[in-house]
């Protein structure tokens, strides 16, 4: 009977002990899974930057570097854009921003707070039971009468858990020492080798109508009028700006550019249907069309327009191109108030006649 209270006591023993290593060896997994070495930052900020003066903007982000950056944890460099990664104090932060302005145009800057009291709390909580753990196998391993196979074992537990005291020791050390600094990742772009756009097309939806009028270069008799206007339904559907037109010119036949005898011309093209398709480009030095009032841009128009005589029943078709120059008005985020310059390019054997200046007006408001 007493050797079978001596292997109870000792199965009991056997199991708190591996109850214990159990439990290491849970935590030590949950370690193998933490979160990447970034994430024990309390503030972590990420800035985008493209510039038309690369080696200007990478001197002032370097001598920034040599003055606030803790440490610098990755640098990338090549003669199209630099890509650091550093530690900073949190209150350099704010220069950070005001640097930004002077490096070029900022595509993008976000920031993260996060509260790591939770973390560590619950670190420091693991701490004290692992040394709880650590004085009951040390009281189990002073008791008189223990066998040599249940010493092992108590050593082997007491190894084990020695390690993962130190384990939280040192990520204890290091969630104090990084809550105290922010993580930056800044990636300068040299605008001329890299596109000023993300890549991501933002669709909008913005009908509206356009009105202009066209300066023929060379008319001639039988063939085009002076002048021209034109009505036209304009779609407009990225923020780029892209857009559809649909609409028709047509001869202006009073007034001093167009005098009454020109009125009998019944062959003339008095009358043209045209659509097309056009985008528009922000310069890099005006605002990038980020104001809310005069956005200067250039663009182009092509399309086809069908050309109709003034009282005949023949029509034909030519494409046409147009570049452009133009300054919106007024933009927010619901209308825009826009109006350009363009050269009028008939790609067609009638283009000598039917080619010219031609200025256009437009309105459109968010759908």
């Known amino acids: 009977m007493k050797n079978w209270f001596k292997g109870l006591a000792a199965l009991g023993l056997w199991l708190t002990v591996a109850g214990h290593l159990a439990l290491g060896q849970t935590y030590r997994n949950g370690q193998n899974n933490s979160p990447e070495k970034s994430d024990l930052y309390d503030t972590q900020k990420r800035m985008v930057v493209y510039t038309a003066r690369f080696p200007e903007s990478k001197a002032l982000l370097t001598s920034f570097l040599k003055q606030y950056a803790v440490r610098i944890n990755k640098k990338e460099e090549t003669t199209e854009y630099l890509e650091v990664d550093f530690t900073v104090a949190p209150e350099h932060l704010g220069k950070l921003d005001s640097l930004s302005t002077l490096l070029g145009w900022l595509e993008s800057n976000s920031m993260t707070t996060v509260d790591k009291s939770a973390r560590l709390a619950r670190t420091t909580y693991d701490l004290e039971d692992e040394q709880i753990r650590m004085d009951s196998l040390q009281a189990a391993v002073r008791k008189a009468n223990q066998s040599p196979e249940a010493l092992a074992t108590l050593e082997k537990g007491i190894a084990r858990t020695e390690a993962t005291l130190r384990t939280l020791r040192r990520e204890l050390r290091s969630i104090g020492n990084r809550d105290s600094l922010a993580l930056v990742s800044i990636k300068l772009h040299d605008e001329i080798s890299v596109p000023t756009t993300s890549g991501k097309i933002s669709f909008v939806n913005m009908p509206g109508v356009e009105y202009g009028f066209l300066f023929i270069e060379n008319p001639k008799p039988g063939i085009s009028a002076k002048t021209y206007q034109s009505y036209a339904i304009k779609y407009m559907f990225t923020r780029g700006k892209s857009y559809f037109t649909v609409g028709v010119l047509?001869?202006?036949?009073?007034?001093?550019?167009?005098?009454?005898?020109?009125?009998?011309?019944?062959?003339?093209?008095?009358?043209?249907?045209?659509?097309?398709?056009?985008?528009?480009?922000?310069?890099?030095?005006?605002?990038?069309?980020?104001?809310?009032?005069?956005?200067?841009?250039?663009?182009?128009?092509?399309?086809?327009?069908?050309?109709?005589?003034?009282?005949?029943?023949?029509?034909?078709?030519?494409?046409?191109?147009?570049?452009?120059?133009?300054?919106?008005?007024?933009?927010?985020?619901?209308?825009?108030?826009?109006?350009?310059?363009?050269?009028?390019?008939?790609?067609?054997?009638?283009?000598?006649?039917?080619?010219?200046?031609?200025?256009?007006?437009?309105?459109?408001?968010?759908?």
Do not use: C, W
């Not at 036949?253 to 005098?259: E, H, K, M, Y």
């Open 250 to 367: 047509k001869e202006v036949n009073t007034g001093v550019t167009n005098p009454e005898p020109e009125k009998n011309d019944s062959t003339r093209y008095g009358e043209m249907f045209a659509f097309g398709f056009g985008q528009d480009f922000y310069p890099k030095h005006f605002g990038r069309g980020k104001r809310k009032f005069f956005n200067l841009y250039t663009g182009y128009q092509l399309g086809l327009a069908i050309l109709t005589q003034k009282d005949e029943e023949d029509s034909r078709a030519m494409p046409t191109a147009n570049l452009s120059m133009g300054l919106e008005l007024i933009k927010t985020k619901h209308i825009l108030l826009d109006n350009k310059v363009s050269y009028f390019l008939p790609l067609h054997d009638l283009n000598r006649n039917l080619r010219g200046i031609m200025y256009n007006a437009s309105f459109n408001f968010v759908f």
